[in-house]
C-alpha cells in the first residue's frame, strides 16, 4: 500500500503562486512514476504534470506548460507542483497520484493510488 498526502493549498489573486506537495508513504519501493491531476466543479478529473521516479522526466498538459513545474525530493518521496501565474481556470481540487503498474505511461489518467486532494482557488 502507498500513502499519498497533500498540502500546500489555498485561496490566491489571478497572477500569484502556489507550491503544492505530494509526500508518499508505505511501499514507496513500489512507485514508478507520480503526477498531479485537478478536478473543477462539473468537470472530470484531468491529467496535468507526470514525472518517472526513474528518470526524473516530466510531462505537462499543454494549459500548464510554461507556468507549472513538478520536481522531486527523492530523499523524503516527496513530489511538488510549483504553479506560477495561476488564472482563474486553475481553480479546482488538486491531487496527487502514484503509479506502480508497469509501462503506467500508456495510461496518465488512471492512477494507481490517490491523495485525499487540495483545493486551490484563484480570484479575478
Known amino acids: 500500500q502507498v500513502q499519498l498526502v497533500e498540502s500546500g493549498g489555498g485561496l490566491v489573486q489571478t497572477g500569484a503562486s502556489l507550491r503544492l506537495a505530494c509526500a508518499a508513504s508505505?511501499?514507496?519501493?513500489?512507485?514508478?512514476?507520480m503526477g498531479w491531476f485537478r478536478q473543477a466543479p462539473g468537470k472530470e478529473r484531468e491529467f496535468v504534470a507526470v514525472?518517472?521516479?526513474?528518470?526524473?522526466?516530466?510531462l505537462y498538459v499543454d494549459s500548464v506548460k510554461g507556468r507549472f513545474t513538478i520536481s522531486r525530493d527523492n530523499a523524503k518521496n516527496t513530489v511538488y507542483l510549483q504553479m506560477n501565474s495561476l488564472k482563474p481556470e486553475d481553480t479546482a481540487v488538486y491531487y496527487c497520484?502514484?503509479?506502480?503498474?508497469?509501462?503506467?505511461?500508456?495510461?496518465?489518467?488512471?492512477?494507481?493510488?490517490w491523495g485525499q486532494g487540495t483545493q486551490v482557488t484563484v480570484s479575478s
Open positions: 514525472l518517472d521516479w526513474g528518470t526524473g522526466s516530466t
Open positions: 508505505g511501499h514507496t519501493f513500489s512507485i514508478r512514476g
Open positions: 497520484g502514484a503509479y506502480s503498474r508497469p509501462a503506467y505511461y500508456r495510461d496518465y489518467a488512471h492512477a494507481d493510488y
